[in-house]
């Protein structure tokens, strides 16, 4: 198997339009580079160009080969940026939503590694976290449905998610409810300043319905045992109601399309790097 060294000293060499120009560029003598270039060559048992006294010409292969290798040596030089990044930052500290930060982000935190520091801080709302971010007090923030950044806050949307109804047991045997009768029960809803209660309110208020809300709580963690108790019912994103282990409760499908949230991801770009590490464990965490 070719090493990436070989295929650096390829590219490099197709790029340079000689192997003696390239050697020069490598800082490498010639005879090593040309030996190098023969053994890629050999390993891959095809000849990727033709030498000539003016140059090199790519074959066919090598045309080929060179677009293939190209994108690896683009994709490992992007790795090793971002893992320079991380080894020389010994700390990154993330802003994150009640929901996420508690359902979501300890599986993205635990593929960091036990080596690397993380401060996560928990705010209510998506425009406290941006003001934090635009303050450089977190380098992240994990938000909901965000609009009109400024240019040198960057944002990236992960997924979107529905919102679940969570009743007590005893009041209903269905998979499914509607939005109106949904409303018809005591609410359990979070206390203000919260993004899902907002949302949530404004959805209701372009439907001409009113919530009936009975009880405002702190924390998502604070409704389920209300809920369990039968003191009321309550609506969660998917990512809290898909990790509910109360069996005094029952998740009920809202049958509401649009009514879900877009989870996003915030960073400048002075961490791109950290920040598309971060992006891609936080895709491969999301399985609801």
């Known amino acids: 198997m070719f090493k990436l060294a070989q295929l650096h000293y390829f590219v490099t060499t197709v790029e340079a339009g000689s192997v003696t120009q390239a050697a020069k560029t490598l800082f490498i003598s010639q005879p090593a580079l040309s030996k190098q270039l023969s053994l890629l060559e050999k390993e891959l048992n095809c000849e990727l160009f033709q030498r000539k006294t003016t140059g090199i010409e790519l074959t066919k292969a090598g045309k080929f080969f060179y677009d293939k290798a190209g994108v690896i040596m683009r994709e490992a030089e992007s790795l090793a940026k971002s893992m320079e990044a991380f080894s020389q930052k010994d700390k990154i500290k993330i802003g994150a939503l009640p929901s996420i930060g508690s359902y979501f982000l300890p599986s993205v935190i635990s593929k960091i590694g036990p080596s690397f520091k993380?401060?996560?801080?928990?705010?209510?709302?998506?425009?406290?976290?941006?003001?934090?971010?635009?303050?450089?007090?977190?380098?992240?923030?994990?938000?909901?449905?965000?609009?009109?950044?400024?240019?040198?806050?960057?944002?990236?949307?992960?997924?979107?998610?529905?919102?679940?109804?969570?009743?007590?047991?005893?009041?209903?045997?269905?998979?499914?409810?509607?939005?109106?009768?949904f409303l018809q029960q005591n609410l359990i809803l979070q206390k203000q300043p919260c993004d899902i209660r907002v949302y949530f309110e404004k959805y209701?208020?372009?439907?001409?319905?009113?919530?009936?809300?009975?009880?405002?709580?702190?924390?998502?963690?604070?409704?389920?045992?209300?809920?369990?108790?039968?003191?009321?019912?309550?609506?969660?994103?998917?990512?809290?109601?898909?990790?509910?282990?109360?069996?005094?409760?029952?998740?009920?499908?809202?049958?509401?399309?649009?009514?879900?949230?877009?989870?996003?991801?915030?960073?400048?770009?002075?961490?791109?790097?950290?920040?598309?590490?971060?992006?891609?464990?936080?895709?491969?965490?999301?399985?609801?």
């Open 118 to 181: 993380v401060e996560l801080t928990i705010k209510g709302t998506t425009q406290e976290l941006i003001d934090l971010l635009e303050s450089d007090v977190i380098d992240f923030a994990y938000v909901q449905d965000t609009s009109n950044l400024k240019s040198n806050i960057k944002c990236k949307t992960l997924f979107s998610e529905p919102y679940d109804a969570i009743l007590p047991l005893s009041q209903t045997n269905e998979s499914t409810i509607t939005l109106a009768d």
């Open 204 to 288: 209701c208020s372009q439907q001409n319905l009113n919530p009936n809300v009975s009880i405002d709580l702190e924390a998502n963690e604070s409704i389920i045992p209300f809920v369990s108790k039968g003191i009321g019912s309550s609506i969660l994103p998917r990512m809290v109601t898909s990790q509910v282990q109360d069996h005094s409760t029952k998740i009920v499908l809202l049958e509401e399309e649009k009514l879900k949230r877009r989870v996003d991801f915030l960073y400048k770009p002075m961490l791109k790097e950290i920040a598309l590490v971060l992006i891609a464990y936080s895709l491969e965490s999301y399985s609801i």
